[in-house]
């Protein structure tokens, strides 16, 4: 079944699922506050209109924006997109936020009729272009049914985590809490190494095949050997994802101190000035501290 589908946020992610959809034979439409964005969707076969005139006849909205904030702008901010959606239609919303978050803006959807699946993703921009991500969902039976075809063409994996809202966005907590924590451990391990003589290229060669091998060390890990530092995930995502999980861990009267080590590298990262880079530039806040020179900067 095709559909009318708009995805709001043609960032990394957010374009690489518009294509999916697109691909997958979707009237699909793409958003976003850069105008050059969208304008290379559009010349790649995406459909053309202004999402005010579009949303009554969508049946899909695909929000990949950037935090809650942006999430509620889109649905209920001044040219709000939640009250000009027909009734039946679904919101996948796929942004990091917090579970009680997700329930707010579920509970304001089916206020309108509209369905809201609280959907974050992971797998990053190349899954995310091949139709191949992750998703951690939940909803009602009935968002279920009304987002498959843009999770067929989007996805390879959904794990459906209940009917009720907050779930995929606890779950993705969890994803994000490991995902950080295990970017900054690559980054100080591998600069560990260099202090005692061991290449970043022989840490890559070596650990990835070793018990201290995590996914991100193998996809990130390869970024600082080659000195390339082109943001498929940046820098500034961690402050905010990693906020996130200690806002829900205070919430909860649970201690998260090496989430809280790891937020730290990544705010010291973004204070030189390393935002917008790839995360595994955090790496440079360890080469800084300790006096080292990492691949591809001048000695």
């Not at 907050?166 to 924590?181: E, F, R, T, Y």
């Not at 961690?238 to 937020?263: C, E, H, N």
């Not at 935002?275 to 440079?284: F, I, N, R, S, Y």
Request: net charge negative; glycine share 12%; aromatic share 6%.
């Amino acid at each position: 079944m095709t559909q009318k589908t708009a995805v709001i946020g043609l960032g990394s992610m957010g374009y690489g699922m518009a294509s999916s959809c697109l691909r997958a034979g979707h009237t699909t439409y793409g958003f976003d506050v850069v105008e050059q964005r969208m304008s290379q969707f559009r010349s790649e076969g995406g459909a053309a209109g202004d999402l005010q005139d579009v949303a009554s006849e969508l049946d899909a909205a695909v929000l990949v924006v950037l935090n809650a904030a942006q999430t509620e702008g889109v649905l209920f901010g001044a040219a709000g997109l939640a009250p000009n959606l027909r009734k039946g239609a679904v919101v996948l919303a796929c942004a990091t936020v917090p579970p009680d978050f997700a329930r707010d803006m579920a509970a304001r959807c089916a206020e309108r009729g509209v369905h809201y699946l609280d959907a974050p993703i992971s797998g990053g921009s190349i899954k995310a272009a091949a139709g191949e991500l992750s998703v951690m969902a939940a909803g009602s039976p009935e968002a279920f049914a009304a987002a498959s075809p843009v999770l067929d063409a989007t996805a390879t994996t959904v794990f459906e985590l209940g009917d009720e809202p907050g779930a995929g966005s606890a779950m993705k907590a969890v994803n994000q809490l490991l995902a950080g924590v295990h970017i900054a451990a690559m980054a100080e391990a591998m600069t560990f190494g260099m202090t005692q003589g061991v290449k970043p290229e022989q840490f890559l060669e070596v650990i990835s095949k070793c018990a201290g091998a995590s996914w991100m060390l193998e996809n990130r890990a390869p970024h600082i050997v080659a000195g390339d530092y082109t943001p498929h995930s940046m820098v500034d995502i961690w402050p905010k994802d990693l906020g996130i999980v200690l806002d829900i861990a205070r919430q909860a009267k649970f201690g998260a101190p090496v989430t809280a080590a790891a937020l730290q590298q990544f705010l010291a990262a973004s204070g030189m000035g390393l935002g917008g880079e790839d995360d595994a530039a955090v790496a440079k806040v360890y080469a800084r501290n300790a006096g080292l020179t990492l691949p591809g900067e001048e000695t």
